[in-house]
């Protein structure tokens, strides 16, 4: 069996708090890396980074306000020739158990990337974190329309999504190599919002499939926000990103989402 050599690439913006929390649970559970990718993206104060300078294996890019995949994009590419098997994490996962042996294993044969059920946790006003046992995303699926969204349903103990959440999503480096555009993992034209959705419709139109574990648990700040409490800029972009995947729809589908891209681009940027 081949020897995992693990990279992480952690892509952070103003992230002091949650990153701390998730660099601890890496270390705490021996979590067995060779590299260490944290690219920050723009963060008003960077200062909170220089501690993790000091990790073994561990490398801190700054950057400007790149954004989600183009910073993911950057850490890809200070990649170890070496490295088989990398892991896109977001910086607010926290670990509870070191799940990724278990994980990799599921890694063979038309398996390109997996992820683990995400759950919520809670930033409580004193600080304090309050796991709970909301699911967060149990993979990404989309209706007959044309929407996607994260699933928060648990299936059999191993599913078949269309596309798996950012925030978690650990890929065979070869196989990935693949499928990437001009070296870029993810597409930067999304910036932010859906990046992963189109990385995940791109995998599996190259044949590939993708895999939730849904014995496997990590825990997600993302904190699900209502729609009133996204910005409007916000959903301005995540309005626009609709188009890009409209390549991997196919047959009839593809002409209802049109529609629905159409009329949803147009309430954001003229109604709402």
Not at 60 to 65: A, D, L, R, S, T
Not at 159 to 177: F, N, T, V
Not at 198 to 214: F, K, P, T
């Amino acid at each position: 069996m081949e020897i995992c050599n693990l990279a992480i690439i952690i892509v952070t913006h103003n992230s002091e708090f949650v990153l701390k929390k998730n660099i601890e649970s890496i270390l705490k559970l021996h979590i067995n890396y060779k590299q260490l990718i944290i690219i920050d993206s723009g963060s008003e104060d960077k200062t909170y980074l220089k501690r993790y300078e000091l990790l073994k294996n561990t490398f801190v890019i700054y950057e400007n306000n790149v954004g989600f995949a183009k910073g993911n994009n950057i850490g890809y590419s200070y990649l170890k020739e070496d490295i088989n098997m990398v892991l896109f994490l977001n910086p607010d996962i926290i670990f509870s158990k070191n799940i990724i042996p278990n994980l990799i294993a599921l890694i063979k044969k038309d398996v390109l990337g997996v992820s683990p059920i995400l759950k919520r946790y809670i930033i409580k006003s004193n600080k304090m974190i309050e796991f709970t046992e909301d699911i967060d995303s149990s993979g990404i699926y989309s209706t007959w329309y044309g929407k996607y969204y994260d699933s928060n349903i648990l299936k059999n103990r191993i599913s078949y999504p269309e596309a798996l959440c950012g925030a978690y999503i650990l890929c065979d480096r070869k196989k990935l190599d693949k499928i990437i555009k001009n070296g870029k993992v993810f597409n930067e034209n999304m910036f932010m919002y859906k990046e992963d959705i189109e990385l995940g419709l791109r995998i599996r139109s190259a044949g590939y499939q993708l895999i939730v574990d849904n014995n496997s648990i990590v825990y997600h700040g993302r904190g699900w926000k209502s729609r009133s409490q996204v910005l409007r800029w916000q959903r301005l972009i995540s309005a626009k990103n609709d188009w890009y995947l409209l390549p991997y729809i196919k047959g009839k589908k593809k002409l209802i989402a049109i529609i629905f891209y159409l009329i949803k681009y147009f309430y954001v940027k003229y109604i709402e």
